[in-house]
């Protein structure tokens, strides 16, 4: 049975799985309603207390919806953060954080970190196995949109052609990310810093020449230069020698670079990573793969979403008691009804079927909405993240959610039973007197 269940392709074993967790409650529905068809009655009652069976069916939607919107968010902002690192194999930078120098070179997050200096940087570019090295100067801002000053490579290498437009092609020109708050045509002056306190480069002025195609990473909100500007925009060197005279990109004089926070580096095969990573991992030098880094952070977050998961599911557990303590309320509310059943000569097992169907009704009704109300409060959260941070960040249902529904339905129909045993329980007669 494990080898079969093994050759299953993944789509069937969740679907099987769905199943299973479902099958229980559909023994009991099966079991309790064989023979009978109380549906008209059921839709009477319905109607009859509608008031009451609204706040029901809204008690379990609302537990049912925070548990799949749970779910469904912490996969979707870890696939999103996977797909904004995905360019990024390895990064070579000062001693620090990993964590640090991830946010600020993936993710965009202003930060103060050492720079490398134009040897460090020669050494790495020259390395065996290096197709592309380019370094990454942030600091600089416009209209809260990063400025990165970096390499016509690297610009290719993140998003491909541009959309529109043509790359920058020289020290005053720029590219714009997918969304930045410029495009091609617009002129702008950086400042350094972020925030309110970033002070304008006075007379740097930078024309935008082309749009890059999105990412869904923080860099579709950049405006990348050439990394030249940056250091020129400081009053630093440019990295070449006088005689070279406007000319950008590498290779840059060791001499005459005044150093970048990190360095993008991108192997022209896979193995060669791990030699680069081992290499560049010495006391004046940092290097690491994002992926690990961010793995790392989504084992926390995973730990995270278990707990809040786990409070869920005591906050479904909590409401279905809450529901079923309702349930049994109106078993008295219509218990004169129930008795009239009884005393025409209905079976105890029919009148069992009808409170038993109601509940389920009931159950059935909220879980379904449930599931529609935490897709919706994904998607709504999923772009306020995005908007937020400028990572795309897209919910979708998967099985796991569909599992968590069919598992909470089987259990409280279960449970559903409670009250309708409950309900066969009362005094005939005392209710046909009350």
Request: charged share 15%.
């Amino acid at each position: 049975m494990a080898e079969l269940w093994a050759l299953l392709p993944v789509w069937a074993q969740d679907m099987a799985t769905a199943l299973l967790l479902l099958l229980p409650g559909l023994v009991i529905g099966l079991v309790v309603l064989r023979g009978y068809a109380p549906g008209g009655l059921v839709r009477a009652m319905l109607y009859r207390f509608r008031g009451a069976n609204l706040v029901f069916v809204l008690l379990i939607a609302v537990s049912v919806a925070i548990g799949i919107g749970l779910t469904a968010q912490e996969r979707a902002l870890r696939r999103g953060s996977a797909q904004a690192a995905e360019k990024f194999d390895l990064i070579v930078a000062a001693p620090g954080s990993e964590i640090t120098m991830l946010l600020a070179a993936v993710y965009l997050q202003p930060t103060d970190v050492p720079l490398l200096d134009g040897e460090t940087y020669a050494e790495v570019a020259s390395a065996e196995g290096v197709a592309l090295a380019a370094p990454l100067a942030f600091g600089d801002s416009h209209l809260g949109a990063p400025v990165v000053g970096t390499t016509v490579a690297f610009v290719t290498h993140l998003s491909g052609a541009l959309a529109e437009g043509s790359m920058f092609q020289r020290a005053g020109e720029a590219v714009a990310g997918a969304y930045a708050p410029v495009g091609p045509g617009a002129s702008f002056t950086p400042a350094h810093g972020h925030g309110p306190d970033a002070e304008e480069h006075e007379g740097e002025a930078f024309t935008v020449t082309g749009r890059m195609a999105p990412t869904g990473s923080p860099w579709d909100r950049a405006i990348l230069v050439p990394v030249e500007a940056v250091w020129e925009v400081h009053g630093l060197a440019n990295g070449h020698a006088p005689e070279e005279g406007a000319r950008i990109g590498p290779p840059f004089d060791p001499a005459r670079m005044p150093g970048t926070p990190a360095i993008l580096v991108h192997a022209d095969q896979l193995w060669a990573n791990y030699a680069l990573k081992s290499r560049f991992t010495t006391a004046s030098t940092m290097a690491f793969f994002p992926g690990t880094v961010l793995a790392q952070m989504h084992g926390l977050m995973r730990d995270l979403r278990e707990a809040m998961s786990l409070m869920a599911l005591l906050t479904q557990g909590l409401v279905t008691v809450a529901v079923l303590s309702g349930l049994m309320i109106l078993t008295r509310v219509f218990a004169r009804g129930l008795a009239l059943l009884c005393a025409v000569g209905a079976p105890a097992r029919f009148v069992l079927a009808v409170v038993w169907s109601y509940a389920a009704a009931l159950i059935l009704s909220g879980a379904l909405l449930g599931l529609g109300l935490g897709w919706v409060a994904a998607i709504g959260f999923s772009a306020l993240i995005t908007a937020r941070t400028d990572v795309l960040v897209t919910a979708t249902l998967s099985w796991t959610e569909v599992q968590l529904v069919a598992g909470f339905i089987s259990l409280t129909l279960a449970l559903a039973l409670l009250p309708a045993l409950a309900a066969l329980r009362r005094s005939v007669l005392a209710d046909l007197r009350a």
